[in-house]
């Protein structure tokens, strides 16, 4: 295992499901974060931890809930979402969450999630 | 509020042309300015970064320049391969965003025919 591990790789999941994501980083950082990657659109941030504290919540509705048990994992977890929730989610970590200009991000392969 | 905006793609060479992709940015103070690199089916790579004007990141083939006067972060390489057929974001990391917080562009795909 390398960097960070992102399962699962896609998702299929109805708007009533409950389905978590999950990511694991082996380098030894201490700040993972949650992306959202959609066509033809930004990346947009939308949680960050830090120590296992949460320390940014980007306005995200309250039907994706972000958990962090330890500093070597995240999970995302998605219930009664809608279709437009469907996108690439991306986590990724880095070092020292203070000195992001010195500590570049490392991203995992995301997961693709369909919402039907 | 801090934003980055790149040319839009797809942009498609030929193997062995000049590549510019335009960034520019705004932002309050002084970021420090990366770009961002994504294979098909992967996540986001670090290719290179510049903490302050006039830094030159260089990687792979690679180079930016941070312009403070045009705010701008223009990616460049002089001869591209196949290889380097992916998304580009150009992301900016301000003070004023709080420490942990990139911004990104939209993205800039780019196809190399051989």
Redesign the interface.
């Known amino acids: 295992e390398t960097g960070?591990t992102?399962t699962p790789r896609h998702l299929v999941m109805g708007m009533t499901n409950k389905k978590s994501l999950k990511c694991e980083q082996h380098l030894g950082h201490n700040?993972m974060?949650w992306y959202k990657q959609s066509a033809?659109?930004?990346?947009e941030?939308m949680f960050?931890y830090?120590l296992e504290e949460r320390?940014?919540n980007n306005s995200v509705p309250s039907r994706f809930s972000p958990e962090c048990p330890n500093s070597s994992h995240l999970f995302l977890h998605l219930h009664t979402l809608q279709p437009e929730d469907s996108a690439l989610y991306?986590c990724?970590s880095?070092q020292a969450?203070?000195?992001?200009?010195n500590s570049?991000?490392h991203?995992?392969?995301?997961t693709r999630l369909t919402v039907t | 509020g801090d934003s980055v905006t790149q040319m839009e793609g797809p942009v498609t060479l030929s193997e062995e042309a000049f590549l510019t992709i335009n960034c520019t940015y705004t932002a309050t103070g002084y970021p420090s300015l990366f770009w961002y690199v994504q294979y098909p089916g992967e996540g986001l790579q670090l290719l290179l970064k510049a903490t302050k004007a006039d830094d030159k990141g260089s990687n792979k083939g690679f180079e930016a320049t941070y312009r403070k006067e045009t705010t701008s972060f223009h990616l460049e390489k002089g001869s591209v391969q196949v290889s380097d057929s992916a998304v580009y974001f150009c992301a900016l990391s301000a003070p004023r965003s709080g420490a942990q917080k990139l911004v990104f562009g939209q993205g800039t795909r780019l196809t190399i025919n051989p």
């Open positions: 960070v992102q700040a974060y033809k659109k930004p990346l941030l960050v830090s320390v940014e991306l990724a880095s969450p203070g000195q992001i200009n570049p991000l991203f995992g392969n995301g």
